[in-house]
């Protein structure tokens, strides 16, 4: 017995759920791809960009995911011998690190564990100490998302601000952009890369870069420029070449109608909307981690993101038979846990194109799943999420 029939809600941090209108942006014919609508989507699309990343940098569309932005970020202003820093927060940011190693960079991780945000203070310390300059660029994540913590990026920026280096600060905001704020010039950042498939509430296959004037002249002289992902080609004149092909029409036409309804919302609504949902989802973990076998994965709440929450399971509890419980029997899709979580923890995404009924409907879910699993939790979770949620949001 099910009570699954309907429509599945993904939970989880990415696709995340796509609204009708978005959908219905693709359902239309193909044009040429030098038309003057296309030419303008683009246009705008671009500057709208630069308003989501905070910058008067230049912007940049890749038909690729967040993977794809990673390595157009790093092969527009390294060479190959070059040496970066990666701050360690979870396993998205080793594997940007990793692509770095797999194109010839040299990459040292600082420090850092899955459980605790990065240290600003531990950035500057070792930047102080590379007295040569040898290190070129500093990788951060802002919301790691197999983990769930939130770094500081502008704290980081002040950070390598105070150490007087010269090094590109590169941030990904895949889980981040358009659910939390994102300031770039105003932190420091060089280089910001994103997706479509998270906050953006858009298909899957669409990526951003963003690049401030000091990473576009570093770009000159850079060895690993390749065709596809290269800079200077795409910002020709010629339409085709912002792509280096053939645009990605429909792709496009969603992510247009999908920032309309963010700008429609208003970008401090929208950031609003997630820090309650996301503390929704806090005060029912908190709830539930009293019965001993729930807890959250980020040890300082300060340092839990709004856009997705990593949970422990104590063994012999295995998180796997809650999620499959929550997705067989009642439609609810929750993240795994990645890396060294696997097996170890479940994730609930609260990011994009979600409101109270969902997220509540999904917390209901997952105590559900506890309750009929066994799994020892404490009570009144949903209630709790409902109790924050009704005196936040007043009548």
């Known amino acids: 017995m099910t009570v699954r029939t309907g429509r599945e809600f993904l939970a989880v941090p990415g696709p995340t759920t796509i609204p009708d209108e978005v959908l219905q942006a693709m359902l239309r014919p193909a044009v040429e791809l030098y038309s003057p609508p296309l030419v303008e989507l683009t246009d705008s699309l671009l500057r709208d960009l630069k308003r989501l990343f905070g910058t008067a940098g230049q912007t940049y569309i890749y038909i690729a995911n967040g993977h794809g932005a990673w390595e157009a970020a ?25 692509a770095a190693k797999r194109l010839g ?35 951060a994540v802002q919301i790691e998302t197999s983990t769930g913590i939130a770094n500081d990026i502008e704290a980081i920026g002040r950070a390598i601000k105070a ?7 590169m941030v990904d905001a895949v889980a981040s952009l358009g659910c939390v704020p994102f300031e770039m010039d105003a932190w420091g950042v060089d280089i910001a890369v994103s997706g479509s498939q ?26 690993l420029r390749t065709p596809y992902w290269d ?22 036409y969603a992510l247009r109608k999908a920032l309309d309804l963010l700008f429609d919302e208003g970008l401090d609504n929208a ?4 820090r309650l949902l996301a503390e929704a989802v806090r ?23 709004d856009t997705v929450t990593t949970i422990l399971m104590e063994p012999p509890f295995d998180p796997s038979r809650l999620r499959d419980y929550c997705e067989a029997k009642c439609g609810v899709v929750l993240g795994r846990g990645l890396g060294e979580l696997d097996g170890k923890a479940f994730r609930i995404a609260h990011m994009g194109y979600v409101n109270a009924p969902m997220m509540l409907g999904t917390l209901g879910v997952v105590e559900m799943g506890l309750e009929a699993l066994g799994i020892p939790h404490g009570e009144g979770g949903v209630q709790a999420a409902i109790n924050w949620l009704s005196t936040s949001v007043k009548a």
């Open 271 to 274: 950031f609003l909307r997630h």
């Open 231 to 252: 800079w200077t080609a795409r910002e020709a004149d010629t339409h085709y070449r912002k792509y280096a092909g053939t645009p990605p029409e429909h792709l496009i």
């Open 74 to 98: 790093l092969t527009n202003v390294l060479s190959k011998g070059d040496k970066i820093l990666v701050l360690a927060s979870g396993r998205f940011g080793l594997d940007w690190g990793e």
């Open 105 to 139: 960079i040299s990459v040292e991780v600082l420090g850092g564990d899955w459980r605790r945000a990065v240290r600003p203070a531990d950035v500057e310390r070792r930047l102080r100490d590379d007295k040569d300059g040898v290190i070129k660029a500093i990788l």
């Open 163 to 169: 150490a007087g280096h010269d090094a590109l600060f």
């Open 283 to 305: 005060r029912a973990v908190g709830s539930w981690q009293t019965g001993k076998v729930i807890a959250f994965n980020v040890l300082e709440p300060a340092e839990r993101s």
């Open 198 to 223: 998270k906050g953006l509430m858009s298909p899957p296959g669409l990526s951003f870069v963003a690049a401030s004037d000091l990473a576009r002249a570093i770009h000159r002289n850079a060895g």
